[in-house]
């Protein structure tokens, strides 16, 4: 069993940043995501790393988000900036401990999620 919990959320003005965290209740270097879901719409990927630190993004948030890990912390995190009225949305921490490179976003394939953070940009 692996928890997660996710912290950092808030409201925030368009063209604000935050930070969002996600402590993982193990260090194994599995695969990681975030994933977000919008009122009325789909889950959708955000970024994912993997154990090796290497990291994809979902063009939405390209050149603007930078996810990244602190193993020694068991943390992830996923700094936002230039957000966006379209950013608003809760935020999930996801890890798929099946793999060690990431299975992109394919949701079936992260067997652990935290319980999701707020996030809603004004304009």
């Known amino acids: 069993q692996v928890q997660l919990v996710e912290s950092g959320g808030g409201s925030v003005q368009a063209g604000g940043s935050l930070r969002l965290s996600c402590v993982a209740s193990?260090?194994?270097?599995?695969?990681m995501a975030w994933f977000r879901q919008a009122p009325g719409k789909e889950h959708e990927g955000v970024a994912t790393?993997?154990?090796?630190?290497?990291?994809s993004y979902a063009d939405s948030v390209k050149g603007r988000f930078i996810i990244s890990r602190d193993n020694a912390k068991n943390t992830l995190y996923l700094q936002m900036n230039s957000l966006n009225s379209e950013d608003t949305a809760m935020y999930y921490c996801?890890?798929?401990?099946?793999?060690?490179?990431?299975?992109?976003?394919?949701?079936?394939?992260?067997?652990?999620w935290g319980q999701g953070t707020q996030v809603t940009v004004s304009s």
């Open positions: 193990t260090n194994n270097p599995f695969c």
């Open positions: 996801a890890a798929a401990t099946a793999y060690w490179s990431c299975p992109g976003f394919v949701r079936d394939s992260y067997n652990y």
């Open positions: 790393i993997a154990g090796n630190a290497g990291r």
